[in-house]
């Protein structure tokens, strides 16, 4: 699906993208951190906020049940309500581990809920952004978790299911994902140097996302930035005439995010303060 829309530039307001903080993620040292850490950065940023965009896998696992609230996450959410009840923008735009995103969000939280592309005017510039995750050609397995996950029959077999078992398999099959045997951050260090000592270039999927949104721009005439998430890779890259891709990082090792005030896109890494390191 591709959501366009048009939004008012406000005087002096930035818009800003993160993407991929996995909050609750079983291999996280300390869940509580984490989520404090986002909520110091978003309380930071209120002021000089006009618009804030959400590019996927905020949460590690969510699933909305139609009367019950998975535990967790209060601070989070209640600086997100926070944020849009002083009348900034918030746009989610779901990954693959926030999929099961339905209307108790959208409705308490007061935040917008992309699930696909979203094509938009921001501050004046058109922006079109996604997780990521559905653009290049996965695996045949990827495809078809892919496409089971988004199973309208198959979410309503699952809600059947008592959270007790449901909520620990997913954090259970989340863990092993990222662990593959060893812990996460060090796994991904290490990828990272030995594809430095290969000399090998970017990653197929970073040229298929450079694909896709040449392709798009080609279709869609006015697009000035193309952001993504997903990768857990920190890239800007000039793909054409007035023409940028980017893809936003994470929020486990780097704690990057883009920041636009209306001419300039930057991107930055969070410090943990009042703190910004920008490229």
């Known amino acids: 699906m591709t959501v366009t829309a048009k ?4 005087q002096g307001k930035r818009a800003y993208f993160l993407s991929d903080m996995h909050l609750g993620a079983a291999y996280l040292e300390d869940s509580r951190t984490a989520e404090m850490r986002v909520v110091r950065f978003l309380d930071s940023i209120k002021e000089d906020a006009a618009e804030i965009y959400l590019l996927g896998d905020v949460l590690d696992y969510w699933y909305e049940y139609r009367y019950v609230v998975p535990k967790g996450y209060v ?3 209640g600086k997100l309500a926070e944020l849009t009840d002083s009348g900034i923008r918030v746009t989610w735009i779901i ?5 099961w995103i339905f209307d108790y969000l959208p409705r308490e939280l007061g935040v917008e809920v992309v699930d696909g592309v979203l094509d938009r005017e921001v ?6 952004m996604a997780h990521g995750d559905g653009v290049w050609q996965a695996s ?3 495809r078809f978790l892919r496409g089971l996950f988004r199973n309208k029959v198959c979410q309503h077999l699952f809600s059947a299911i008592h959270p007790r078992w449901t ?7 989340s863990r092993h994902s990222r662990h593959s045997g060893t812990p996460e951050l060090e796994r991904r260090e290490a990828d990272r140097q030995r594809r430095k000592a290969e000399g090998r270039g970017l990653p197929e999927n970073v040229a ?3 694909a896709f949104s040449r392709d798009y721009a080609e279709q869609h005439a006015g697009c000035r930035y193309f952001l993504f998430g997903h990768l ?3 890239i800007e890259e000039e793909i054409g005439k007035d023409l940028t891709m980017i893809v936003l990082g994470e929020w486990l090792r780097l704690f990057s995010y883009a920041v636009y005030d209306g001419e300039r896109m930057q991107l930055c890494k969070w410090a943990g303060r009042e703190i910004e390191k920008c490229q």
């Open 123 to 128: 501050l004046g510039a058109r922006m079109v």
């Open 75 to 77: 601070r989070f959410f």
């Open 208 to 210: 298929a996302l450079r």
């Open 167 to 173: 909520v620990p398999f997913a954090y259970a099959w």
């Open 95 to 99: 990954g693959n581990h926030d999929i």
């Open 140 to 142: 045949r397995k990827f």
């Open 232 to 234: 857990h890779q920190l």
């Open 7 to 10: 939004t008012v530039s406000g």
